[in-house]
């Protein structure tokens, strides 16, 4: 399954699901788009992706958790999931630099399309992965994604978590979404990502 | 085993304000600097043995390092916890909140270890390197309309306690910094038996994560307010995942941590090397604090509304116990953690940190 949703249908279907969770695009009620098992993965090495982990087991998720794994080890799975964001710990524990993440990533998202994955973006760190480095791999990979799952402030939303968690704060991933026709899911706090995944995956809430 | 000890020990209750007077008034500091200097913690109910930090190292008896260890052993068997403050005096939030923990914990499962002034020579006196405007002490009056004082401190070891310094500070895992580093706790671990009285006080911290088991260390630290520390928990590889839960669980209260892994490269840090030589999960909190900003000429650590001094405790305290949960769902209910107080840690957010304070 390879879904890009034009961009009339993407504007037709905005839907707002609750205070926490805006959704632009392909995400309708609780219709799932997106397969399981998922393989969860990390560009850029931050701790985000081990949130992502824990926020895919709440959501109830069968998926593979790695933070860098080869490519070879998404065989077997539907979804792939990249969490963005880069972090000099997370790339210096790895032992590579930021253009070995790219080249890197650049594969495993190669490997993903080649196959038949869908893949999502998450970024929800917030500002916390929007300096150049982070920015680096977000303006990369989040234009290759199926779907964007940004802790931000949507367009003209009003912003009431603290500034520096809106990882949206300069419309960045809006940009994105709109250049690419990318469905994306606004979140406030990280933990509504719970929701988002439940919502994309059919996942029962409550489950 | 649970020993009540009374909470009249010496170590913990002699006015402490002897090294600061003699300093102020000129006298040569290394005339008393055999001594560790003693700090008003008043052990509450909770505390249920009293130790010294050279049980773990003798040669640190009679050092200005040695430093009150406090064991607080809940009813039910569990994990163990080793909470640090004050392994940077000057970072005054976690040496309150060790100090809070003292006077008003309660552990009902597992055993809690506090140190307060985990750099006890760090805490002789600030010797305003990191910031001039700061004071030499806080005050906080109490519910009883006493005003009790507390040191505010350094960042390193007392220059007097440790000479000289190095050129360069070299760290026998890899890692050059500057001379002055040889003072500061959180660049020398795992420390050394034999090193200097920092990598001493150390050694000795790891001697006592090894002996008592402990599963879990949080060292509690303060940055700037401006810096990208502030509402940071660092975490060692192991504990990511365990961090990773209590952060998600702390954004739901309206806490927001950013979450960073401990950098593998760069050794002596405690989230580090307590995860690195210890079976222990590993983290390190930072809250923001006035005091480290050098924007703020005259800093109020206390009172500050941007960041109060008892809100920055309870972010500490919530932290601690949102790890501990977090440690409690994977690690088992026969090895949780169960830290409380005797008030509701919410009223923390809303009222002077002294009104909590014994």
Avoid at chain 1, 132 to 159: C, M, R, Y
Avoid at chain 2, 33 to 44: F, L
Avoid at chain 2, 204 to 232: C, G, K, N, P, Y
Avoid at chain 2, 234 to 249: K, Y
Wanted: proline share 5%.
């Amino acid at each position: 399954m390879h879904i890009r949703h034009g961009w009339i249908l993407t504007l037709a279907l905005i839907v707002g699901v609750g205070p926490a969770l805006s959704n632009e695009g392909g995400v309708a009620g609780q219709s799932s788009t997106f397969e399981q098992p998922a393989f969860i993965a990390s560009v850029g090495q931050s701790a985000g992706a081990m949130q992502a982990r824990v926020l895919a087991d709440r959501a109830g998720m069968q998926f593979t958790f790695e933070a860098r794994p080869a490519p070879e080890m998404l065989e077997g799975h539907k979804t792939l999931i990249v969490v963005l964001g880069a972090s000099t710990k997370g790339l210096g524990a790895a032992g590579v630099d930021i253009d070995a993440e790219i080249a890197w990533a650049t594969q495993l998202l190669e490997k993903a399309r080649a196959s038949g994955m869908s893949i999502i973006a998450m970024h929800i760190e917030g500002g916390t992965r929007r300096g150049p480095s982070s920015d680096q791999i977000n303006t990369t990979f989040a234009p290759l994604v199926d779907h964007l799952i940004v802790k931000g402030a949507a367009p003209n939303q009003e912003w009431a978590e603290a500034e520096e968690a809106n990882g949206n704060a300069d419309g960045l991933f809006t940009t994105i979404a709109a250049e690419h026709r990318i469905p994306i899911t606004y979140i406030a706090r990280t933990l509504d990502a719970v929701g988002a995944l439940q919502q994309l995956f059919g996942i029962e809430a409550g489950r | 085993m649970v020993l009540r000890m009374a909470a009249t020990l010496s170590i913990v209750c002699v006015p402490v304000a002897f090294a600061t007077d003699l300093l102020a008034s000129g006298a040569d500091p290394v005339a008393f600097a055999t001594d560790p200097v003693s700090h008003d913690i008043r052990p509450g109910y909770g505390v249920t043995e009293t130790r010294w930090l050279s049980s773990y190292l003798p040669a640190l008896a009679n050092t200005p390092g040695d430093t009150p260890v406090y064991v607080m052993e809940g009813e039910g068997e569990g994990g163990t916890l080793l909470l640090l403050g004050g392994t940077h005096a000057n970072e005054i939030a976690g040496v309150m909140a060790a100090t809070l923990v003292v006077e008003r914990g309660a552990v009902s499962q597992g055993t809690v270890i506090v140190i307060p002034h985990a750099n006890n020579s760090a805490a002789r006196y600030n010797d305003g390197t990191r910031h001039p405007g700061t004071p030499q002490w806080i005050e906080l009056t109490t519910s009883s309309g006493e005003v009790r004082r507390f040191r505010y401190g350094s960042r390193r070891t007392a220059v007097e306690d440790q000479e000289p310094d190095p050129a360069v500070f070299v760290h026998p895992f890899g890692g050059e910094l500057a001379g002055e580093e040889a003072r500061n706790l959180n660049r020398i671990h795992p420390g050394k038996a034999d090193g200097t009285l920092t990598e001493q006080i150390s050694y000795a911290l790891f001697q006592l994560a090894e002996q008592e088991d402990v599963d879990v260390v949080i060292d509690m630290h303060e940055s700037s307010m401006t810096s990208r520390l502030a509402l940071m928990m660092v975490c060692h590889q192991r504990a990511l995942e365990i961090g990773a839960m209590a952060t998600l669980d702390l954004e739901m209260e309206g806490i927001v941590l950013k979450q960073e892994a401990s950098q593998e490269e760069f050794h002596g840090l405690s989230h580090r090397e307590f995860g690195d030589h210890t079976k222990a999960y590993a983290f390190l909190v930072e809250t923001p604090n006035p005091g480290q900003e050098e924007s703020i000429e005259q800093p109020d650590v206390v009172n500050d509304p941007r960041a109060p001094l008892s809100g920055r405790v309870y972010t500490h305290l919530r932290t601690v116990q949102a790890i501990l949960d977090s440690y409690g769902s994977t690690a088992g209910p026969d090895r949780r953690i169960e830290l409380g107080f005797s008030f509701a840690i919410d009223a923390l957010k809303e009222s002077n940190l002294g009104t909590f304070l014994r």
